[in-house]
């Protein structure tokens, strides 16, 4: 759906714990020419699936904010978002508020 849809600028998922369907929805948001906004807050994806899903964003090249607020990931998940966000010029906004990030992935998103 989300690589198919031709204008869709935002997606808002938040509290649907997708924790098992973050694969496939890493790979819609990396095939996304349009999509501006990502809001995945509360779904409990950890850091298996914040690693799919820095995959996607750091494929996807139109993205400008992404809210991964609350999803159970610590150290791999944050530093794998933070290196996606990187390849970044354009993004505006990184919402990682709520995870279990200590001061390992707290030196990468300070580098």
Known sequence: FIAKAAFLEELNLDNNK????????????AA???????????????????????????????????????NYFGCA??????????KHAFMEHLGLGDNTVDEGAADAIGA
């Not at 997708?18 to 948001?29: E, F, H, I, P, W």
């Not at 996304?32 to 409990?44: D, F, V």
């Not at 090249?61 to 992404?66: F, I």
């Open 77 to 86: 998940g944050a530093i794998a978002l933070c290196n996606a966000v990187a």
């Open 18 to 29: 997708l924790k098992l369907g973050t694969k496939g929805l890493a790979k819609g948001v």
């Open 32 to 70: 996304s020419k349009t999509l501006r906004i990502l809001s995945l807050r509360k779904n409990r994806l950890g850091d298996d699936g914040a690693v799919f899903m820095a995959a996607g964003i750091a494929a996807n090249k139109s993205l400008r904010s992404v809210a991964l607020d609350g």
